[in-house]
């Protein structure tokens, strides 16, 4: 006994257009690109203040991001600059015992960019030689380019 619909049948046209559905579908999955994976998050964090439980925060943060894959970069500014000056590495936090000062190190050991203001060195009694090693002196227009960028997170501390 033979089981194939007959031509013309309700039950040959739906087979003859799922077989088009598939073959349609088949082809827009064939032109598609694969989905690109999104690009790394781009994370600025500028870090003003004194106070060594905020420094340690900003610090931890900013470590968490780069362990998750983002580009990160560090403007240390006013009273938050000061961490930029080798041995000034605040007093140890808990629940970890280490210092921000020991956080910052951990960053420029994975090449993040650090940087203090153009202000800093030349309003204080510091001078670019007193800089931990790998800090450098933010340039205001590649700052704000850097800002201006889409999608960079911007972490005022």
């Known amino acids: 006994m033979n089981h194939r619909p007959i031509s013309g049948s309700p039950t040959h046209r739906a087979w003859k257009m799922l077989a088009s ?9 064939a032109a598609c690109d694969p989905v690109p994976e999104p690009p790394p998050s781009q994370v600025l964090v500028v870090l003003t203040e004194e106070d060594n439980m905020t420094r340690g925060m900003a610090m931890v943060l900013a470590n968490q991001s780069v362990d998750q894959g983002a580009e990160v970069r560090v403007l240390l500014c006013g009273p938050g600059a000061s961490l930029a ?9 808990q629940p970890r015992d280490v210092s921000p000062g020991q956080l910052l190190e951990r960053l420029l050991e994975h090449d993040v960019t650090v940087e203090v203001c153009a202000i800093f060195l030349p309003n204080t009694d510091w001078v670019e030689e007193d ?11 590649d700052v704000a380019s850097y800002m201006l960028r889409p999608g960079v997170k911007l972490f005022t501390f």
Not at 85 to 93: N, S, V, W
């Open 85 to 93: 000056i080798t041995g000034h590495d605040g007093e140890p936090l």
């Open 21 to 29: 559905v598939v073959a349609v579908g088949l082809l827009v999955l």
């Open 131 to 141: 800089l931990r090693s790998g800090i450098g002196v933010a340039q205001p227009a």
